[in-house]
């Protein structure tokens, strides 16, 4: 979504990576009106199946995402001054693997969920809805059980 290649958030906001390594919010990727649009297309499989192949994520967008992620680290360090972690829901493809590189490259602590579930695995049916591939509420409490007895994050 930080690359603007979301297909279900067109008009979410924009970022530009800055020389220094930082961000600055720029406003919403798409106006309104282009945003719809998009979303119109989005639904159909063929038209998405194109987008898919024309829009990879590239370099710059990894290294925006991460320093987005850096910059909110930094912002509920001031805010809160408590822990903060990535929980990243392993993927296995070879974006995933530069994403979670370039987090820990900045110094963010990330935890897996395949190192908290056993037997995690992308798409595992009593984990992951089929459809939409979000956590089944049994996965989310394996989760929160597992952070919990591994003490993460570590709460004072």
């Given at each position: 979504?930080?690359?603007?290649?979301?297909?279900?958030?067109?008009?979410?906001?924009?970022y530009?990576?800055?020389?220094?390594?930082?961000?600055?919010?720029?406003?919403p990727?798409?106006?309104?009106?282009l945003?719809?649009?998009?979303?119109?297309?989005a639904?159909?499989?063929?038209?998405?199946?194109?987008?898919?192949r024309?829009?990879?994520?590239?370099?710059?967008?990894l290294?925006?995402?991460?320093?987005?992620?850096?910059?909110?680290?930094?912002?509920?360090q001031q805010?809160?001054?408590?822990?903060?972690?990535?929980?990243?829901?392993?993927?296995?493809?070879?974006?995933?693997?530069?994403?979670?590189?370039?987090?820990?490259?900045?110094?963010?602590?990330?935890?897996?969920?395949?190192?908290l579930?056993?037997?995690?695995?992308?798409?595992?049916?009593d984990?992951?809805?089929?459809?939409?591939?979000?956590?089944?509420?049994?996965?989310?409490?394996q989760?929160?059980?597992?952070?919990?007895?591994?003490?993460?994050?570590?709460?004072?």
């Amino acid at each position: 979504r930080v690359a603007g290649a979301a297909r279900w958030g067109f008009q979410g906001p924009c970022y530009r990576l800055q020389p220094d390594g930082t961000v600055r919010y720029t406003g919403p990727f798409h106006r309104k009106g282009l945003a719809a649009v998009l979303h119109l297309a989005a639904r159909s499989h063929v038209l998405s199946e194109i987008h898919d192949r024309v829009r990879r994520v590239t370099e710059r967008d990894l290294d925006r995402h991460a320093a987005v992620v850096a910059a909110l680290q930094a912002e509920f360090q001031q805010q809160f001054n408590g822990p903060f972690m990535v929980l990243a829901w392993d993927t296995g493809d070879a974006g995933y693997v530069e994403m979670v590189a370039r987090l820990r490259g900045r110094g963010l602590r990330v935890v897996e969920v395949s190192e908290l579930v056993p037997g995690y695995v992308p798409g595992r049916a009593d984990l992951m809805r089929p459809l939409d591939r979000h956590p089944t509420p049994a996965c989310m409490r394996q989760v929160a059980d597992a952070l919990i007895a591994a003490g993460l994050p570590p709460f004072d």
